[in-house]
C-alpha cells in the first residue's frame, strides 16, 4: 500500500487544476505515472472516498477538492 503517494495524488488534484482536468477526462490516464497499487487506482477511477480513506487517502483533502470532493 503507497499511503504517501495516495495523498500525493490527492494533493494535485486539490492544487492543481490541469491535472484534475486531465483526471476527469480520463483517471487512468491521468494516473499512469503515479506509484500507487491497483486496489488505489481502482478506488481513483471509482472516485470512491470511502475506499481511499481506507487505503489511508486525507479525509480533509477527499473533502476540499473543488468538483470531486464535496465542493
Known sequence: MSRYETNVVLY?????????DRFRADPRQALADADLTDEERDAFVRWDARRLNELGGSLHLLLSIPGLGGH
Open 12 to 20: 494535485r488534484l486539490k492544487k492543481d487544476p490541469a491535472f484534475r
